[in-house]
């Protein structure tokens, strides 16, 4: 079936360091593939997105790329800061017959960003 | 971006009772919802994919007697976990995307703490 796995599982860096979150992804259909951040007792919240018809998107600190080839897609985070850290979650988006899809995640990696 | 509420963002239960558990889309129409389970730092499992006015779909291994979905309108889901046990305690958070259009984005809700004692 549809797996979508994340590395690391916990990330620490230093305030204004980069952070890079890699995921790999099993169905070649996949065609879309969000982030999504996690605080404490919060729901996910998306912050960068990217589609399978471009290879990288940016958004200030935030930047996404994908590798269609290879089915990897990897979030970096420049310049760190601690409220930079949760739980961030990769996805990809697969679609079934009846035309909707669904959002398969990665395990999540927890980023701690030191002062 | 658009906004989901989910409510309530906590309750607490006896076992054996039943809870309902809201989702809405405040500011677009939302054909299809998902609700999902999370355990203490866990990832995101999807328990059903919600279709307004049909039956939910239900992932494998989910009790859909146990976790009824309903989807009324174009802006309200809600999830009633019945006959609630310990073992149901989670965070559920559901997410609603606009399903009119490819690839849109999922918004999700801030969650519900269930706790059953």
């Known amino acids: 079936g549809e797996n979508v796995e994340q590395h690391p599982s916990t990330l620490s860096v230093q305030e204004g360091d980069s952070a890079v979150i890699k995921c790999t992804y099993s169905?070649?259909?996949?065609?879309?593939f969000p982030w999504y951040k996690q605080e404490l007792g919060k729901g996910p919240q998306l912050i960068i997105d990217?589609?399978?018809?471009?290879g990288e998107k940016k958004d200030q600190r935030i930047a996404v790329t994908l590798n269609k080839t290879a089915k990897h897609f990897s979030l970096h985070i420049t310049e760190t800061q601690p409220e930079d850290s949760a739980v961030y979650f990769c996805a990809a988006s697969i679609w079934f017959s009846g035309g909707y899809n669904k959002l398969i995640f990665g395990a999540g990696t927890r980023l701690a960003v030191h002062p | 971006g658009a906004v989901v509420s989910q409510h309530p963002s906590w309750v607490i239960c006896k076992s054996g009772t039943s809870v309902k558990i809201e989702c809405r889309s405040l500011d677009f129409q939302a054909t299809t919802m998902f609700w999902y389970r999370q355990f203490p730092k866990q990832s995101l499992m999807l328990m059903a994919t919600s279709n307004e006015g049909s039956k939910a779909t239900y992932e494998q291994g989910v009790e859909k007697d146990k976790f009824l979905i309903n989807h009324a309108s174009l802006t309200l889901s809600t999830l009633t976990v019945t006959s609630a046990h310990p073992e149901d305690s989670s965070f559920y958070i559901c997410?609603?995307?606009?399903?009119?259009?490819?690839?849109?984005?999922?918004?999700f809700g801030q969650g519900t703490r269930l706790t059953v004692v």
């Open positions: 990217i589609r399978s018809n471009v």
């Open positions: 997410s609603a995307r606009n399903q009119g259009r490819r690839n849109t984005e999922a918004f």
């Open positions: 169905d070649s259909a996949s065609n879309y």
